[in-house]
């Protein structure tokens, strides 16, 4: 599974911003794909998940702000960013668990100032 992560750029606080990941093939069998994020320095994290059945999980900071969403027809998953802050500047990256391997996508700057 090959995944492209698009749609980063430099927003100010309070704007919104959507994320897009494109897949390599039918996300409709994928056992779980999600977002995650890495700041400078610091270990990646999950900022939101969605199952193949569409369950959604979302960490605490993002939530209310944040959603994922997926479009099985277009093989692609949306992270849906509000009311951005400067403490969500990071690279955001998309991952696919699929017949029990991990793939990740390159990921996508966001860049938030104040």
């Known amino acids: 599974v090959q995944l492209q992560a698009y749609g980063g750029g430099l927003m100010q606080a309070g704007e919104s911003l959507r994320l897009s990941c494109a897949a390599s093939?039918?996300?409709?069998?994928?056992?779980?794909m999600g977002w995650y994020r890495q700041i400078l320095g610091k270990q990646r994290e999950l900022v939101a998940g969605i199952s193949s059945g569409g369950t959604t999980s979302y960490e605490d900071s993002v939530k209310g702000r944040f959603t994922i969403s997926k479009d099985n027809a277009k093989n692609t998953v949306y992270l849906q960013m509000n009311s951005l802050k400067p403490e969500d500047t990071a690279v955001y990256y998309c991952k696919a668990v699929y017949d029990g391997m991990d793939y990740w996508g390159k990921g996508t700057l966001v860049t938030v100032s104040s």
């Open positions: 093939r039918s996300i409709f069998s994928i056992n779980t």
